[in-house]
């Protein structure tokens, strides 16, 4: 078995495992055990591939292992890892793992609850080490739908709706997403020997004409899980009504997929088009990520309020992209990471909040540094996280993004840019309105006084997220470097 | 002389088929199909086909309408008016129809048909020699798909028509 | 001589910030307290010992002052060119601040010990404390523009925590909400002057930015938008974040609120060393900002500095809060600096305005922070900041009042005080530069001694209050820094700073200009004068005063409404106008676009439905029509 | 052959009862004048089948036997319409199409 296929294996033998689970406990404890594994193998993953790349490995793809799945078509189990893949499972073993820890107590059916975050978790690492598009886009749908289970069934509030609303949307977009890919797929060859890997493709030029229609349509298949304006309205109703793990995952790991899927696929494959469609992207992701902001300022919804946050951040990703150069990409990844990590932080300490004291709105809070302090230092250290205070990863994510993004010249790029940078302000103006109603300020119900203390499954959970951030934060060098690397083979074909 | 009966043979199917859809009296209305139906056999006559003309008159004449009159009998009291289509959906149908007639016809009579003369009549010995036959040509295959066809439409009448109760009454009696 | 142990100055916080940050709950305050001071005399003597080894034995070589980089190592890459160090740099201005920032952080965490004691917050107070330096310490010795961004994002935080010490309070919450904002929307400025900069000269590195005979300064790269060069929309970007930080108008706001902190923090962060940062940038940027489009954006930041300084002593006349007093004071002092920055050449005397502007950088921390620790210690006896609540503290505070007293006439430019020589240099190089600026800064200097005084007379002398119970002298640990500062106030005045610090890092030799050095003198005199009589005994001189001005006092008094004006257009049309409508936006028009776009697949669905009618006869009336419909197309397909 | 009268005129004739037929079907509320419309149709198409036979292709006997068949299934069908109806009627005691709407559910 090669170190890739671990992580689609692992994670089904866990759920193999959850099957037979009796009661809380257990399957808690095989949860645990499982996304331990997957940590574990991720972290050993990045050790093998700092490894392979010193032995002088320089394709793009290490770790690739092709196995013919369905001849007729030409759809392969095609893997392969970089450094922007390998940090990407960090993100999500991570994530997953924090998740089983705040769903210590979880209280209804705990076992389905396990299985159907693990799955996800499935069709997120397949996702990240597909280089085959069809195997690309079985591992999203995989991923996509356990949110509907996990949503309508564990979330809270008008749950069904959302549940409904955010699957109708992804998939509408899976929909767009599989013409595109089946574009790909019959211009992949000119001799009539398709393929859906993506490095093959990349081989094939294909002919501008057919990018300029093909490109918004992948792009867009991809970005409306990215948040892309004006496809994002999913994104706060759904986390808002999603358990906490499950918005953790989603907005730390799902939303990635777009960006991933976008820089992988839409650019890679697709760049005469990115290109021309570039500017048009540009706009709608600035818009973005003002508008989520500025919208972020008015919320009454800690959820609300995050999902906002996430859907400017997420614009910051695209806009990354769309700039089309290397430092503005690797900003866009850093961005990535460090906004999983960040929103997944946040969405943890949201929930442990709301388990307190039984409402999300920012009004009905207050002082609450006083009742739960490490929770609440928590959240001020999250709070300064995202809004881009250095030494933490977003800090690092976002200069790199506005240093890649003012590599463009022209007028149009420059604006866009300015407009973008004003998101520092706005985002610590919404940033510190929760920090100041919900936690500083004078305690507003005497009942929050019998608030328990945060727990040891908590603070790990919440440790588990704070640590990368601070480690990207402070010594982004090697990371950005191993990113860097990456990136190359994907901006040469964009030059 | 043959040209005078087709056209009052002509008349006589259009006539009464066009009495059998309009007729409010459903009784008459199968006898209409009758007349229309002995008229066709007419045709068959007249074009030599007399085994066939033979078994429109048998089967269709003979045993489709008195089935439908039986069914008619069943269902309906002999003195019963059926109901009267809406003005609208006359209106449609109507359209529909002359619109339907002009499109055939139109396509009738721009296709150049070539007729062939040596035309001799049909032996009704032949016709039952091919009907059996299993050579090249034969079509025992469609007769025996057919008589299968019939065995189970028979069958199926059967047990439709006799209903739900019926048979689970005769169940309970057997027990 | 090898100076990478300075990599240690800023270390040491960090590392006491972190001990005691982390272990907060843990530490008794005694031990957090020892911790703290320990550190930072540490440090202290770190940067004494560099300052000493720089200025008098290796900093010159021939007559230049060269620059040495401590330690150097690379945090990230951007570009191929562009990439952030992080790193030491030792030049003149950087020891000098250095010296000012340990120094007055040392005292403030002695001082503390004694004003925070009993606090519940006390080990946070010193963790934020400890932040606070490390991040100074990093903005000081910043190699490069986005290392000094960084650690001032940095000093903005610790500014936020430590004014949002009180989180219970309201409107110390929203003190640090707005300090925090109002710098950060500053810094937006700032970093957009960064990324210009960065991207036309293709470096952050200072000494390369920095360099006279560069390419950047000789050249002057890059293209002009709407009339000026974008090296100089850069300058002045980033000249909006120096703003921001040093509470320049208009974006001054945020100062005078940040007093809702303790006091000691005010004497550290909002008096002697953060809120200096934006002069600091300037100096450090100097010869970009006089070589580039012929010091265009110089004469903005005298302008500013000018009309800063003047709005400010006028608002600090009204105030009744000390603390509010003293803050427009700083507003006011620093603005000076920022003239004299202004005002400045480059080479040798030309350059007396910048040597004038940083020597009265050091001497201002010193009387400022020894101002605000005295007041501290007022309030600390009095349990209020309002002036009204004090009176005839003489008698129960004779420390106190010897040493504010002191601080008082350096900041009026007493004669023989550190004041007296740095502002008089500033009036000199004012002078030499530009007339209205001069008189300007003259105005301000009488203002400055008038409220100074003011504020001197209300709390130490006229008729006791009812106190609830006898002011007393405050603690030792209070008291050395207070006195400790006080020779401090006095002495620097006697160093010749233009040996050590000038624009081209020659020595020079300034001079006092006597008539203009009497001139001052006069001016603060009768500013004395004035609050001599005004206030010394109770009297309604004051009143009539009031009333005389009218119009203009209740102006000053509010601040001349800036605050308001902020407030309209940051809560009625940000808050209230454009977001609101930007979250309706989203509700209505967004989302339920999306749900209308799912409501209309429902409906059509629905009615798409009523053509399965289960009428056999309507089928059969569309399978004609379909039937017709193909034949007609078949026949004329041809 | 009909001498004097051309496949044209035969082929008219049969579309004329062909669309009578139609006509009926679509206008009848009865199910039994229904099933009269169906047989006209089968009908007009029956004799097509021969005409077509006897004008075009004389020493064939294709469409006899389409003839016969069409006879047959007619024949079958109009069984198995009507114990439908009669047990439609049993069921409702109606013979109307607007009834047998409900067996769409």
């Not at chain 2, 109507?94 to 002009?102: N, T």
Request: hydrophobic share 55%.
């Amino acid at each position: 078995m090669d170190i890739l296929s671990l992580f689609v294996v692992a994670p089904i033998i866990t759920v193999a495992a959850l099957l037979f689970t009796k009661n809380l406990q257990q399957s808690r404890v095989v949860a645990l055990i499982g996304s331990l594994v997957q940590f574990g193998m991720s972290i050993n993953l990045i050790f093998a591939y700092l490894a392979e790349r010193a032995t002088g490995n320089t394709s793009i793809m290490v770790f690739t292992k092709s196995v013919v799945w369905f001849k007729s078509l030409n759809i392969r189990y095609d893997i392969g890892a970089d450094g922007i893949t390998v940090f990407m499972i960090i993100l999500a073993s991570l994530v997953v793992l924090a998740g089983v820890f705040i769903s210590w107590k979880i209280k209804d059916l705990p076992k389905e609850f396990f299985i159907s975050l693990i799955v996800l978790a499935t069709g997120v690492y397949g996702f990240f080490i597909s280089l085959d598009l069809f195997l690309m886009f079985l591992f999203f749908e995989v991923a996509v739908i356990p949110m509907y289970l996990l949503i309508g069934i564990w979330g809270s509030g008008p749950k069904e709706k959302s549940a409904m609303k955010l699957t109708i949307m992804l998939m509408g977009a899976s929909a767009l997403l599989l013409v595109g890919l089946l574009g790909l797929y019959f211009y992949s060859s000119p001799d009539g020997n398709y393929t859906f890997n993506i490095l093959e493709i990349a081989k094939v030029n294909i002919p501008a004409q057919v990018q300029h229609y093909l490109f918004p349509v992948v792009f867009i298949g991809f970005a409306v899980i990215g948040a892309l304006f004006p496809f994002h309205t999913w994104s706060p109703s759904g986390h808002a009504s999603a358990p906490t793990a499950v918005s953790m995952l989603h907005a730390g790991v799902l939303m990635k997929l777009g960006g991933y899927g976008v820089f992988r696929v839409a650019m890679y494959l697709l760049p005469i088009g990115a290109k021309e469609w570039s500017w048009f992207f540009i706009i709608l992701s600035v818009i973005g990520v003002v508008y989520g902001a500025l919208s972020a300022i008015k919320q009454t919804d800690l959820k609300y309020i995050n999902a906002y946050s996430s859907v400017s951040h997420l614009g910051l990703v695209l806009f990354a992209l769309l700039m089309l150069n290397k430092t503005a990409w690797n900003g866009a990844i850093l961005q990535s990471l460090s906004h999983g990590f960040m929103t997944a932080l946040f969405f943890a300490l949201i929930g442990m909040i709301y388990e307190r004291a039984h409402t999300r709105d920012v009004r009905e809070l207050g002082g609450l540094l006083k009742v739960i302090p490490f929770i609440s230092v928590i959240y001020v250290i999250a709070g300064l996280a995202s809004l881009g205070l250095p030494g933490f990863s977003g800090f690092v994510a976002e200069m790199t993004i506005f240093v890649g993004a003012f590599q463009n010249v022209d007028i149009f790029h420059r604006v866009a840019t300015i407009l973008g940078v004003t998101v520092i302000v706005i985002t610590a103006v919404y940033i510190l309105r929760v920090v100041g109603m919900m936690l500083m300020g004078p305690l507003k119900k005497e009942e929050y006084r019998d608030f328990p203390k945060a727990t040891w499954y908590e603070k790990t959970g919440i440790f588990l997220m704070l640590i990368p951030i601070i480690i990207i934060g402070t010594t982004p060098l090697w990371i950005s470097d191993i990113i860097m690397e990456s990136i190359k083979p994907f901006i040469e074909r964009m030059l | 002389m043959e040209q005078i009966i087709f056209y009052i043979l002509a008349a006589i199917i259009i006539v009464f088929a066009i009495a059998a859809v309009n007729s409010r009296k459903i009784l008459h209305a199968v006898i209409y199909l009758l007349f229309v139906l002995v008229a066709i056999s007419g045709i068959y006559f007249l074009v030599n086909y007399n085994f066939l003309a033979a078994l429109q008159l048998a089967i269709y004449a003979g045993g489709v309408i008195v089935l439908i009159i039986f069914s008619v009998m069943l269902t309906h009291n002999i003195d019963s008016k059926l109901d009267t289509a809406s003005l609208t959906s006359k209106i449609i149908a109507g359209v529909l129809s002359i619109g339907g007639i002009a499109t055939t016809l139109f396509a009738i009579y721009t296709y150049p048909f070539t007729s062939n003369d040596n035309f001799k009549g049909v032996e009704v010995s032949d016709v039952g020699f091919k009907m059996l036959s299993f050579e090249r040509g034969g079509f025992v295959l469609p007769f025996e798909v057919i008589s299968i066809l019939l065995l189970a439409i028979l069958i199926g009448a059967i047990v439709i028509a006799k209903g739900q109760h019926l048979i689970e009454e005769e169940h309970k009696q057997n027990q | 001589m090898n100076f990478s142990y300075t990599i240690l100055i800023p270390l040491i916080p960090l590392f006491v910030f972190l001990f005691v940050g982390i272990l907060h709950t843990k530490l008794t305050p005694k031990i957090a307290g020892s911790i703290g001071v320990l550190g930072l005399s540490t440090t202290t003597l770190l940067s004494l010992y560099t300052a000493y080894k720089y200025f008098f034995e290796v900093g010159k070589v021939g007559e230049v002052y060269q620059t040495f980089i401590g330690a150097k190592t690379t945090w990230i890459n951007f570009t191929d060119t562009l990439h952030i160090d992080m790193g030491v740099l030792l030049d003149p201005i950087s020891i000098m601040m250095l010296v000012v920032v340990s120094f007055i952080s040392l005292m403030v965490h002695i001082y503390s010990l004694g004003y925070m004691k009993g606090e519940a917050g006390f080990n946070r107070y010193y963790a934020f404390l400890s932040l606070f330096t490390f991040s100074m310490y990093g903005l000081v010795i910043a190699t490069n523009i986005f290392q000094m961004y960084i650690f001032w994002e940095l000093v903005g935080v610790s500014s936020f925590l430590l004014i949002g010490y009180y989180y219970d309070k309201p409107s110390a919450v929203a003190a640090a909400k707005k300090a925090f904002i109002v710098t950060r929307f500053a810094d937006l400025g700032f970093l957009i002057g960064i990324l210009i900069l960065s991207y036309y000269a293709g470096t952050f590195d200072f000494q390369t930015l920095n360099d006279p005979q560069g390419a950047i300064i000789l050249n002057g790269i890059g293209g002009s938008f709407m009339g000026l060069s974008v090296l100089t929309w850069a300058l002045i970007l980033m000249f909006m974040g120096g703003a921001g930080k040093s509470a320049m108008f208009p974006l001054h706001i945020w100062l005078p609120d940040a007093m809702e902190g303790p006091t000691p923090v005010s004497a550290l962060i909002h008096a002697a060393t953060m809120v200096v940062a934006g002069v600091y940038l300037v100096a450090r940027m100097f010869p970009l900002y006089y070589f580039i489009d012929g010091g265009f954006v110089l004469q903005i930041v005298a302008y500013v500095g000018a009309f800063t300084a003047l709005f400010a002593a006028i608002i600090a006349c009204t105030q009744n809060d000390i603390k509010r007093v003293l803050a427009f004071s700083t507003m006011s002092q620093i603005g000076y600096m920022m003239l004299a920055l202004g005002v400045s050449g480059y080479d040798g005397h030309e350059g007396l305005g910048y040597m004038a502007s940083m020597f009265h950088l050091f001497t201002h921390a010193m009387f400022k922070a020894l101002l605000f620790l005295g007041a501290g210690s007022v309030i600390h006896a009095v349990h209020s900041n309002l002036m009204k609540d004090m009176g005839g503290l003489r008698k129960y505070m004779p420390i106190t009042n010897i040493t504010f007293l002191i601080a008082a006439l350096s900041i009026s430019g007493f004669p023989f005080t550190s004041g007296f020589f740095s502002k008089d240099e500033i009036l000199a190089a004012a002078f030499e530069q530009n007339k209205l600026l001069y008189f300007v800064g003259l105005f301000v200097a009488g203002l400055t001694a008038f409220y100074m005084f003011r504020i001197y007379f209300s709390i130490f002398w006229g008729k006791d209050r009812d106190y609830k119970h006898a002011p007393h002298e405050s603690p030792l640990t209070m008291t050395i820094p207070l006195i400790l500062l006080a020779i401090l106030s006095i002495a620097p005045g006697y160093i010749h700073f233009s040996d050590f610090i000038s624009a081209d890092r020659t020595s020079f030799v300034a001079h006092l200009d006597f008539p203009l050095a009497i001139t001052a003198v006069v001016t603060g005199l009768i500013g004395i004068l004035v609050a001599f009589v005004f206030y010394k005994k109770e009297s309604n001189i004051p009143e009539r005063a009031t009333k005389a001005f009218g119009a203009i006092y209740t102006w000053a008094y509010h601040k001349f409404y800036i605050d308001e004006l902020y407030l309209f257009v940051t809560k009625k049309i940000i808050f209230n106008v454009v977001s609101a409508s930007f979250a309706w936006f989203d509700k209505k028009v967004i989302d339920d676009g999306m749900i209308g776009i799912g409501n209309a697949t429902i409906n059509s669905s629905d009615k798409i439905k009523k053509l399965q009618s289960g009428k056999f006869q309507d089928y059969a009336t569309w399978f004609v029509v379909g039937a017709i419909a193909l034949v007609l197309y078949f026949l004329y397909k041809n | 052959m009909i001498s004097g009268i051309s496949i044209y005129h035969i082929l008219t004739l049969t579309t004329i009862l062909f669309f009578i037929g139609v006509y009926g079907f679509i206008t009848r509320k009865n199910l039994i004048a229904i099933l009269i419309s169906i047989e006209l149709i089968l009908n007009a198409s029956a004799i097509n089948f021969v005409i077509f036979n006897t004008y075009l292709y004389p020493d064939m006997l294709q469409g006899v036997y389409y003839s016969i068949f069409i006879v047959a299934i007619a024949a079958a069908e109009s069984a198995l319409a009507v114990s439908i109806i009669v047990s439609f009627y049993r069921m409702l005691a109606s013979v109307d199409v607007k009834d047998t709407e409900t067996l769409k559910y």
